[in-house]
């Protein structure tokens, strides 16, 4: 059974007199613990797509479910619930909370959910269960010697990091990247994609959806969704190639 399906997904938006058509009658589904790479030029719909997924918009037409989950059709109050349960995202720009540490950032996100504590779902609000968590995630992505240091002073990579970390400590099911790389030099950039690779995707049994516009990307994907004006032209399977033989 599918993960996520879209059924004839289409987004319009209107600026002033101009209706932008953003997706097109989208079709897909995505299989749970896939490792998929949405890929297109700027205006193609990546992100947009990205945002039906994780409830982040909601569709002009067609429909959105994720498990048994009516995503496209649920009101502001369990989109929210959603999120917080089921998607972890990390943007482009890292949408830190520039007053908090790295800790104290990855710490709010678990204060909002909760951690899993083992397998029957059982979630715990323990401030001093939540701190362990945090760090525990933050030293996963290297960062344990910057967890005390505030987004000003981390580098990009740093910062990014920190998001990933965030997105992750939640143990979501879903993990959204909209453009990982996009604002880092090669040598952080394909670190970032080496955490990623080595926290999620079929290992760890969570869905992983990437959007780049960079193609030398599309090898990290078991499957590739390449986008243009807004419909699918291509959806293929493929051996992926590790994060670290990557080279743009």
Not at 148 to 157: D, K, R, T, Y
Request: aromatic fraction near 6%.
């Amino acid at each position: 059974m599918a993960n996520i399906t879209l059924e004839s997904v289409g987004k319009n938006y209107t600026l002033g007199e101009t209706t932008i058509q953003a997706l097109n009658g989208i079709n897909l589904s995505i299989e749970f613990g896939e490792l998929v790479i949405i890929f297109g030029p700027s205006g193609a719909g990546k992100t947009t797509l990205l945002n039906m997924i994780g409830g982040l918009d909601v569709p002009t037409s067609g429909k959105v479910t994720v498990g048994e989950i009516p995503v496209s059709t649920l009101s502001a109050k369990w989109l929210t619930i959603y999120r917080r349960k089921k998607v972890g995202v990390v943007f482009q720009f890292f949408n830190l909370i520039s007053r908090l540490s790295a800790l104290e950032n990855v710490e709010y996100a678990l204060e909002l959910v909760g951690v899993k504590k083992g397998s029957n779902g059982e979630v715990s609000y323990d401030s001093k269960l939540i701190r362990e968590t945090a760090i525990e995630y933050l030293t996963k992505v290297g960062l344990q010697d910057r967890i005390h240091h505030f987004p000003a002073q981390l580098s990009g990579g740093e910062q990014q990091r920190v998001a990933i970390a965030r997105a992750l400590a939640k143990e979501p099911e879903i993990l959204l990247a909209d453009e990982p790389t996009g604002n880092l030099d090669f040598k952080i950039g394909r670190q970032v994609l080496e955490i990623m690779e080595a926290m999620t995707g079929k290992k760890l049994n969570r869905t992983v959806v990437i959007v780049t516009h960079n193609e030398a990307i599309c090898p990290l994907g078991d499957r590739v969704i390449r986008l243009s004006d807004g419909r699918i032209v291509e959806d293929y399977t493929q051996k992926f190639k590790p994060a670290k033989d990557l080279y743009w």
